[in-house]
């Protein structure tokens, strides 16, 4: 593959894209429980802001990039400073473009649009800028379902993967130099396993997909806190890669619980995830 396609693709953290896809889908269906046309736009429209949204993180940071974490794109010459600002432009237009062609919420896409841009000029001078990571996630939720349609339990979920986000901001955080997150952003990325628990006992209901996909995180988040704790080198940064693929966990708890037993299907996601991250770095 051409050496400057595959830079586009680290520069847009590409690797991470289906859980992008799997957000948007629980989103639309916890909402409105079947497909239509309407959710090709949002998931292509969203695609095109995640991806300007990383270009854009390299095209900020590029100073940082430079002493820090050489081997991303611009950082390496691999692609031009000015070819990276033009990208983040470019998807982030028209990715807006598309969003609201599909007829999403204005202000959620406007709100995507703005903390896209927020987090990517203050995550290096705030802790507090993980939140608006998160918020990121969040509005994927509400975009995909809440301004399509209305369920009560989206806005939770949506909270939750925000929150869990945050989380994994915060164990990102100490990639560069090994160091282990604090009990706090582990609490927050364990939260999701909480809410499901928290249904299950409102509801006095429990049905087989949900104690299966309930699992299948609860053990995927044991196995990230298990790297987080090991001696190998590069842990953080693997823990990061493996807690963003459990996004799709996530997304299939909730569904499970709003519709049943398709949920489950988002778990085919994760393998995907974890496959493009072994192509191309996801952090």
Same mark, same amino acid.
């Given at each position: 593959m051409n050496r400057k396609i595959i830079a586009i693709l680290e520069l847009c953290r590409i690797s991470n894209l289906p859980t992008v896809i799997s957000n948007c889908v629980a989103g639309y269906l916890i909402s409105k429980d079947s497909l239509s046309w309407e959710l090709a736009l949002i998931v292509i429209g969203a695609s095109l802001l995640y991806s300007g949204g990383m270009a854009m993180n390299d095209v900020i940071d590029l100073r940082y990039d430079k002493k820090h974490k050489t081997d991303r794109p611009i950082a390496r010459a691999a692609i031009s400073h000015r070819f990276g600002l033009i990208l983040t432009l470019v998807f982030l237009f028209v990715g807006t473009l598309i969003l609201l062609?599909?007829?999403?919420?204005?202000?959620?896409?406007?709100? =995507?649009? !703005?903390?896209?841009?927020? %987090?990517? #000029?203050?995550?290096? *001078?705030?802790?507090?800028a993980i939140f608006i990571m998160g918020l990121c996630r969040s509005l994927l939720y509400l975009i995909a379902g809440y301004s399509l349609g209305y369920n009560n339990s989206l806005i939770p979920w949506a909270i939750v993967l925000g929150l869990y986000t945050a989380g994994?901001?915060?164990?990102?955080?100490?990639?560069?130099?090994?160091?282990?997150?604090?009990?706090?952003?582990?609490?927050?990325?364990?939260?999701p396993c909480f809410l499901s628990l928290y249904f299950i006992i409102v509801k006095s209901y429990i049905s087989i997909?949900?104690?299966?996909?309930?699992? =299948?995180? !609860?053990?995927?988040?044991? %196995?990230? #806190?298990?790297?987080? *704790?090991?001696?190998?080198?590069?842990?953080?940064?693997?823990?990061v890669s493996l807690m963003i693929a459990g996004m799709c966990l996530i997304d299939s708890m909730a569904v499970c619980h709003a519709i049943g037993f398709h949920g489950?299907?988002?778990?085919?996601f994760l393998p995907f995830v974890v496959l493009f991250?072994?192509?191309?770095?996801?952090?």
């Open positions: 062609f599909s007829g999403s919420s204005l202000p959620f896409v406007g709100a =995507l649009l !703005l903390s896209i841009t927020i %987090y990517n #000029f203050i995550h290096k *001078k705030t802790s507090s994994i901001t915060l164990v990102a955080r100490g990639e560069d130099s090994e160091n282990e997150s604090g009990l706090y952003g582990l609490i927050l990325i364990s939260l997909p949900i104690a299966i996909s309930s699992l =299948l995180f !609860l053990f995927w988040i044991a %196995y990230c #806190f298990r790297v987080i *704790k090991s001696e190998v080198k590069g842990k953080i940064g693997k823990s489950l299907y988002f778990v085919i991250q072994r192509k191309i770095s996801g952090t």
